[in-house]
């Protein structure tokens, strides 16, 4: 019996050839480790043994790795390392900053000690110049990780077009502006290619803003960042299911996002619709006593 035979029945890649088997280079799905919620080994075990072929990378969200056992999170690693997952760490490089000099490039011997694949490095919360940056990317690169860039897009709330159904020719009163950053994206897409032309393997756009409610999302921020960045190259965090169903119906199922672990067969069941024309609830009818 074939590893994939364990999985649903409605699920095939051979059939639906929306992406192929891991490891993928397309269509990933990231899942979010233990921050908001306390993930026990056993409970991963559960998520890889039931819907690991669709879980591409896992992620200690908000540096939660440092405060955890070395011995645990090694454990941790070679569970998801066991399942084909790629381990990642979250945003905590900025707590090194004050350290001297050299404690980033500890820090990467450290992270490729435990058994981490990826180290991610929040742009915003480091605050450096551009130059530095690239160097942690090299540095990251030459100890032998995978280097992932976060890049957080800030827009103004006030220039989300106002929904819902009005009268032509009624007043429609202009939205207070906010005191929110507006980000320049030409700029952080810049900054993102140099990134990728220094070694990065895949640029996370942490779009809160954007992504939070699908019916407000800037669709043009997110193309003009996939259009220059590609698809491949990019992934986007989908904080709900709506969104997740935006980014698949606009961008296919062949799009990278980084969800919830309890968001994993939701956006799974998504993909497949997408490709194989299925509704959700038929995709899950198959699937939902594995629960």
Same mark, same amino acid.
């Given at each position: ?48 043994? %039931? ?50 000099? %050299? ?14 694949? /990826? ?12 130059? /530095? ?100 190259? /990019? ?5 709900? /299911? ?22 994993? %067969? ?9 490709? %194989? ?15």
């Amino acid at each position: 019996m074939s590893s994939s035979s364990v999985y649903y029945q409605w699920k095939s890649f051979e059939e639906d050839e929306d992406r192929p088997e891991k490891p993928r280079g397309f269509g990933v799905t990231e899942m979010r480790g233990p921050q908001y919620t306390i993930l026990s080994q056993n409970m991963l075990q559960d998520v890889f043994e %039931t819907v690991g072929q669709f879980v591409d990378g896992l992620k200690f969200s908000g540096g939660s790795h440092s405060l955890m056992p070395k011995s645990f999170i090694k454990e941790v690693i070679d569970m998801a390392h066991r399942h084909d997952v790629y381990v990642s760490t979250g945003d905590w490089a900025e707590h090194l900053l004050h350290k001297g000099p %050299t404690a980033f490039k500890e820090y990467v011997e450290e992270c490729k000690s435990l058994g981490f694949d /990826t180290i991610e490095l929040n742009v915003g919360s480091l605050g450096v110049l551009e130059e /530095t940056l690239l160097r942690y990317v090299r540095l990251i690169k030459s100890g032998g990780l995978k280097a992932k860039p976060q890049f957080a897009v800030k827009f103004n709330k006030s220039d989300i077009p106002i929904g819902g159904h009005r009268a032509f020719g009624a007043y429609v009163p202009p939205a207070p502006r906010s005191s929110e950053m507006v980000e320049d994206v030409n700029l952080l897409i810049n900054m993102a290619e140099r990134c990728l032309e220094a070694g990065a393997d895949m640029i996370m756009i942490d779009a809160d803003d954007i992504c939070k409610d699908a019916d407000s999302l800037r669709a043009d921020i997110i193309a003009k960042v996939i259009g220059r960045l590609g698809l491949e190259k /990019t992934m986007f965090e989908a904080s709900n /299911t709506k969104t997740a169903d935006w980014f698949i119906k606009h961008y296919g199922p062949k799009v990278n996002l980084f969800v919830d672990h309890s968001q994993v %067969t939701s956006l799974e069941c998504l993909r497949g619709r997408r490709n %194989t024309g299925k509704t959700q609830a038929s995709a899950l009818g198959s699937s939902y006593f594995l629960f």
